[in-house]
């Protein structure tokens, strides 16, 4: 039908998906986020706007529940995004209902990526402009994943990644400094890797911590604790550095 | 009557208007009524005439071992047995056994229909499906067709990552979990020695023996059940057929000809 072809996402000639690429620059101008996975624990932090002072804060949750053990952060468009969590919410339940089992964290994502997918391939509507990080742990095997999708409909897994603002940043810091990490270790990871990019302190990040037991939201006071040990760290090892050739 | 056919499609039906996109679920079951002027008239002359007679005798249950699963292989049609060797266990997959009572299409074809879920759902999540979730694809199936005169009553058994499962499923819908199962005509019968010999600490050839007595003596008394009595076992590492065996020589097995002592021998009379 001729109504409908407005604004479709149509190949060009050198086979690019224009309306993919652009949600993706939308992606690029989102808030940055961060997934860590390690050992027993799968970190997730996101970059937080300070905070208009009349806004009520708690509204504003950038990192939400898919089910008891799943979550997920996002960066790009936040009304796509709350679109998209109403139906993997929905979708987690009826898988529920049907097998009388939880999803595990491959098959939600496996079904986000096929919705945003489902959007560059039909008439009249526009791709997701989000690309999700998604945190969890199977049920029964206990293993956790960290996985991301973007606005072509891919995933993958990973070990750790970031999306949105300044992500190359934070990725080539992931990738100097990832090692096999557990409980405390891991969230000091994802924290000094957002903090490559963000301004210090408690009230610029967004940190949410999944294990077995389930999602915590840490509060300000223990990201600021865990942003002060990191610094004092920092600034031991310059020290070391340091006092060395002093010595000679 | 257009029927529902969810059960026969791929999971991931190719959408192209718009407006399906903003549906959360797949689209509901539909059908057309058919056009007559009594359809609750109507709807009981369909169930009539595939009266869910099911005679037959299944048996399951649940052991330490795992699960046994035996069965007739009779097939009656009224006062008529139209035969002795029909096979009443289906093997769903190597871990997965239906077992089948009422109608012999409905069970055969909803089973394999089973089958090729149960393994669409392997290769989608690289991982088993439950006896959980089987029986559970099953049993929403059968409702989505509750009222049009299926007639299957069916119990699913199987091993997964949970260990031995047993579910029964039935056309109206119903679907219950639990330890001992007998379906069919000669089912009190079977229930009666089932009940009365069964320990959950078995030994694997104890619960053979069982599950054959039991079947043996439904037979016995079920006109609609005979034929052979298959015993299979699933275990954690699939199922396997253990027997089959003609309920006739059974009998025999069991109450042997006893030779018995003559009283009074008759004599011929010399002469005449």
Partial sequence: ?248 | MKLDTTGLESSAPVWGSPSELVDGFSAAPFFELPVTTDFDGFQKEAIQMVKPAKGTTTLAFIFKEGVMVAADSRASMGGYISSQSVKKIIEINPYMLGTMAGGAADCQFWHRNLGIKCRLHELANKRRISVTGASKLLANILYSYRGMGLSVGTMIAGWDETGPGLYYVDSEGGRLKGMRFSVGSGSPYAYGVLDNGYRYDMSVEEAAELARRAIYHATFRDGASGGVASVYYVGPNGWKKLSGDDVGELHYKYYPVMLSTVEQEMVEVAGA
């Fill in chain 1, 1 to 248: 039908m001729a109504r409908y072809d407005r604004a479709i996402t149509v190949f060009s000639p050198d086979g690019h998906l224009f309306q993919v690429e652009y949600a993706l620059e939308a992606v690029r101008k989102g808030n940055a986020a961060v997934g860590v996975r390690g050992t027993d624990i799968v970190v997730l932090g996101v970059e937080k706007k300070s905070a208009a002072k009349l806004q009520d804060s708690r509204s504003v949750r950038k990192i939400v529940n898919l089910d008891d053990h799943i979550a997920l952060a996002c960066a790009g468009l936040k009304a796509d995004a709350r679109v998209l969590i109403n139906r993997a919410r929905i979708e987690c339940q009826s898988h529920r209902l049907t097998v009388e089992d939880p999803v595990t964290v491959e098959y939600i994502t496996r079904y986000i990526a096929g919705l945003q997918q489902k959007y560059t391939q039909s008439g009249g509507v526009r791709p997701f402009g989000l690309s999700t990080l998604i945190v969890g742990f199977d049920p029964y095997s206990g293993v956790p994943s960290l996985y991301q999708t973007d606005p072509s409909g891919t995933f993958s897994a990973w070990k750790a990644n970031a999306t949105g603002r300044n992500s190359n940043s934070i990725r080539e810091f992931l990738e100097k400094n990832y090692k096999e990490t557990s409980g405390q270790e891991t969230v000091k990871l994802a924290i000094r890797a957002l903090l490559e990019v963000v301004e210090s302190g408690g009230k610029n990040i967004e940190v949410a911590v999944m294990t077995k037991e389930g999602l915590r939201q840490l509060d300000e006071a223990e990201i600021d604790a865990i942003a002060a040990e990191i610094e004092a760290e920092k600034e031991a090892t310059e020290a070391a550095k340091k006092a060395p050739p002093k010595e000679k």
